[in-house]
């Protein structure tokens, strides 16, 4: 096996060596694991998306404060009936390599995302587009609605109108890729990018250097990127703290250790939940996961956990995205804490579980002073029912692998601060989620609630849709949501602000 630092030099290739002016001016940012993956199709862990989305650059992207602006297009236009999108690409964009870059190279990133193989993680993010499904099946003769009239022009067409479907041109998975001329694939043995930044291989890693070629290099502060790993969020917090790192990718949940000082506060909400594994025995009926949700005690754990601003969850939406729409809140939401505990200990007679037959669950969570008391304190009412908590502590990147792979049967973690509306934290349990449904939730009326609200462009109406889906998943409780909290961040850049979508491009910071 090779060593990691190794694995990630090998996957990305050289670029014009880094100066030691460079060197000593660079961004250091602290990361669970080293960026490896260079195909933004195929990027899955977080450090790969995050490096993906600074080394390339969609039609779309977002600026310093998450709002979508012009990326490679420097306008588009939007059809009355919202089906057909056609973006005018800006004038003389370049690869990296110096190499012209035009319309087809999203044509053909498109393609790519949707071939059958190698299969992106996130193809289901384009669902939207006409033929996406039917290409992505490898369906003969599948017909895809994306098309380039000319050098400079890109066509997207719809099935079917979608509210969020700008935003999702922003992500990786629709970011151009470089292909040989004449041909629909990717070129995997080229390097180039087209994002603010470029990739270079070191003996002890990777590092970004700025791209000259970008369109915006000018406005490019940053020289170079390099990375540091750390074994949890805690040591992660104390580099920033001590400036060895001024930034940190990767750590989803960075709960403030005790003592921790100069974080700064995300302009969202964060979800801290447990993950249920519905493909698990006892775990795939729903009585039973309402069991182990009602007596969880959220009040206490508001007490004790020091998360800034932290609220008991009884539902999957943060409250200040549901606008006027009705919150519908999980049942037991009034009970008293002894009711509670009754009525899960009935719910777990079918399934023969009880004090006198107690079971055991193994619940994950990542490495950290905090998370480990917060892992102790959610699992604490469950003995009372016969439920047994195996608790296992995992280093970051292999909590986050975990997930991935379906290897857990409960886990302790959160969703990100990255939902400019409710439908946006509704997502991670859509069809169309991959990686991000990491419990394997698949319920089609919740599906068909989702898509009525993604259809929905009316602004009033569609908050309402999106509730009624979320109504499906709080009767289901296929994920045990615990409380809402305002997120911390370790910063020591210029230019850091507060967002509700939690993004932060590079191209807007300086040290």
Do not use: C
Not at 140 to 146: C, E, F, H, I
Not at 422 to 446: D, K, V
């Amino acid at each position: 096996m090779l060593p990691a630092a190794l694995m990630a030099a090998v996957a990305f290739a050289a670029a014009p060596a880094v100066s030691a002016a460079d060197k000593s001016e660079a961004l250091v940012i602290a990361v669970p694991e080293l960026p490896q993956e260079r195909d933004p199709q195929l990027a899955v862990r977080d450090v790969d998306l995050a490096a993906a989305a600074e080394l390339f650059m969609g039609l779309v992207t977002r600026d310093a404060q998450g709002k979508l602006i012009p990326g490679a297009a420097e306008r588009w236009d939007i059809s009355s009936d919202q089906l057909t999108y056609t973006f005018a690409l800006r004038r003389g964009l370049q690869w990296s390599d110096g190499s012209a870059l035009d319309a087809e190279d999203f044509v053909a990133g498109f393609r790519h995302a949707l071939a059958p193989s190698p299969g992106a993680p996130f193809a289901g993010s384009l669902a939207a587009i006409q033929g996406a499904q039917e290409t992505l099946a490898g369906t003969p003769r599948a017909s895809l609605g994306v098309s380039a009239p000319d050098s400079r022009t890109v066509r997207i067409t719809l099935k079917h109108p979608s509210a969020t479907f700008l935003a999702t041109l922003a992500l990786p998975v629709a970011m151009p890729v470089p292909h040989r001329r004449g041909e629909r694939t990717f070129a995997r043995e080229s390097q180039a990018s087209n994002g603010p930044f470029m990739a270079q291989a070191t003996e002890d890693g990777v590092t970004l250097v700025k791209n000259p070629h970008f369109f915006a290099a000018n406005d490019v502060k940053i020289p170079a990127v390099t990375f540091v790993t750390a074994p949890s969020s805690d040591e992660a917090i104390e580099m920033v703290r001590t400036r060895a790192a001024q930034l940190t990718w990767g750590f989803s949940f960075m709960p403030p250790p005790p003592r921790a000082r100069g974080l700064k506060a995300e302009a969202g909400s964060d979800l801290l939940f447990v993950a249920v594994n519905a493909r698990k025995p006892l775990l795939n009926r729903r009585e039973n996961r309402h069991a182990l949700a009602m007596t969880i005690d959220r009040e206490a754990f508001v007490r004790s956990s020091r998360l800034e601003n932290a609220a008991p969850a009884y539902t999957m939406v943060p409250p200040q995205l549901a606008g006027a729409a009705t919150l519908h809140r999980a049942a037991y939401a009034p009970l008293t804490g002894n009711m509670r505990s009754a009525v899960a200990e009935v719910l777990l007679e079918e399934a023969q579980v009880s004090r006198a037959q107690p079971v055991t669950l193994q619940f994950r969570y990542p490495k950290g002073a905090a998370t480990a008391a917060f892992a102790k304190a959610v699992t604490a009412g469950w003995p009372r029912i016969g439920i047994t908590a195996q608790l296992q502590e995992d280093g970051p990147a292999e909590f986050a692998e975990a997930l991935r792979r379906g290897d857990f049967d409960l886990a302790l973690t959160t969703w990100p601060a990255r939902a400019e509306d409710a439908f946006g934290f509704l997502t991670p349990l859509t069809r169309e989620a991959g990686p991000w449904n990491m419990g394997g939730y698949e319920e089609p009326e919740f599906n068909k609630r989702m898509q009525a609200a993604v259809s929905e462009t009316d602004p009033v109406i569609r908050p309402q849709a999106t509730l009624q889906a979320e109504n499906v998943l709080i009767e289901d409780q296929i994920i045990l949501p615990v409380v809402f909290f305002t997120p911390l961040r370790p910063v020591a850049v210029e230019g850091w602000q507060p967002n509700a979508l939690g993004v932060h491009p590079l191209r807007f910071l300086a040290r």
